[in-house]
């Protein structure tokens, strides 16, 4: 199993720019989250998924936007990229019947 | 607003020492404790999950939750350098899909 997989590793875009930060995980489960963690900060929750087909906001979802049609996958599209935006930002899945949220390698972003 | 808080440190400890590490929560209501750790540039990494007062202890480490101080702390016995890392706290509360709330984290140093 690759466990959650992320993609980019790295990112620079230009203030105004959009682009989709892509999750996928092998391991079947239901739930899926997306969080970003500023420097010397912990995680905040972004968006959050219990199924396919349903998603809800987190903490901090202005600015972005998630859809989550299969159990595998979870994108995470950034429209009109602004400074702010600059983080790192980490997906994680976990069985419902769990507690355990396994987390991807992250995405790190520079809004520029 | 939900809060986790903990001191940032870094908190720096002798190889061999017990380092103690603090967090408190403000929603009463939260139900489920977790400790993780993050090395610099990686993912958080689950170590100890606990539920109800007392003590948990699993190898070197111990966590320790108090309800009604709403205190969660985790112990670090025989403190190696490899021990060297951030240690997150992250809560989880009384609605579904298993949502975390983390705190700031604190910086751990084991020095030779």
């Known amino acids: 199993n690759a466990g959650v997989t992320q993609t980019p590793k790295f990112r620079i875009l230009k203030i105004g720019q959009s682009m989709t930060l892509q999750c996928t995980q092998d391991?079947?489960?239901?739930?899926m989250y997306w969080y970003r963690q500023d420097p010397g900060m912990g995680l905040k929750l972004i968006y959050y998924?219990?199924?396919?087909?349903?998603?809800d906001k987190g903490e901090v979802p202005n600015g972005y936007n998630v859809s989550r049609s299969t159990t595998e996958d979870f994108p995470l599209r950034l429209e009109l990229a602004a400074p702010s935006q600059t983080s790192v930002y980490f997906c994680?899945?976990?069985?419902?019947?769990?507690?355990?949220?396994?987390f991807g390698p992250g995405t790190r972003l520079t809004v520029l | 607003q939900k809060e986790v808080e903990q001191n940032s440190g870094p908190l720096s400890v002798p190889e061999g020492a017990i380092a103690s590490l603090n967090c408190t929560y403000s929603?009463?209501?939260?139900?489920?404790f977790f400790w993780y750790r993050q090395y610099s540039g990686k993912s958080p990494e689950l170590i100890m999950s606990i539920y109800s007062n007392g003590d948990k202890e699993d190898g070197r480490f111990t966590a320790q939750l108090n309800k009604a101080s709403q205190y969660v702390s985790l112990l670090i016995r025989d403190s190696q350098p490899s021990d060297s890392a951030t240690y997150l706290c992250?809560?989880?509360?009384?609605?579904?899909?298993?949502?975390?709330?983390f705190g700031t984290g604190t910086r751990l140093q084991v020095t030779l």
């Open positions: 391991m079947n489960h239901n739930y």
């Open positions: 994680a899945s976990l069985w419902g019947a769990s507690d355990t949220q396994y």
């Open positions: 998924s219990v199924g396919a087909g349903i998603t």
């Open positions: 929603d009463r209501g939260s139900q489920s």
């Open positions: 992250a809560v989880t509360g009384t609605g579904t899909a298993s949502k975390l709330t």
